[in-house]
């Protein structure tokens, strides 16, 4: 999850579009999947930005508890300044070993009837290592198993 998305707005915004810009070796090193809002999962606020290592995002809580972001399309979801936060959860897919990046995010919405742009700087450095694994993954993977998938 590499940016997160709130209203501070008297307007309704609806989200029309979002794409990665600034790339480099994505299509050669790793791909991008899927780009979906996630909303806090319940029981918890959002934990925390940054790399999962599976979808949807998931942490582990005292050692037995499971909290997984609820993901949703984003195509014409819409803010009102009352909604709860989401953050944007980017779903890369590894290729090959090596480097890519993304720079950000190209987010266009509408309020009022007009189009905007907006440029995250949440970027996001890859990189593919073959049969990497962590503690925290086979610690999620047992807890959490059922409710996500491990990204490979």
Do not use: W
Request: net charge neutral.
């Amino acid at each position: 999850m590499i940016e997160r998305l709130e209203n501070h707005s008297d307007e309704t915004l609806s989200i029309v579009s979002i794409e990665p810009f600034g790339t480099d070796n994505i299509g050669r090193v790793a791909e991008v999947v899927s780009i979906e809002l996630a909303r806090p999962p319940e029981g918890g606020p959002i934990e925390h930005l940054g790399a999962y290592e599976v979808y949807p995002p998931a942490v582990v809580r005292s050692g037995t508890r499971c909290l997984v972001h609820v993901v949703e399309p984003f195509s014409g979801f819409t803010f009102t300044q009352s909604s709860q936060p989401a953050g944007l959860a980017v779903r890369f897919r590894a290729l090959a070993p090596g480097k890519a990046k993304i720079d950000g995010l190209r987010i266009v919405y509408e309020a009022g009837g007009e189009r905007f742009e907006h440029l995250t700087g949440g970027g996001v450095r890859i990189k593919v290592k073959e049969n990497a694994t962590s503690p925290s993954l086979r610690r999620i993977r047992n807890v959490c198993a059922g409710q996500v998938e491990v990204l490979r």
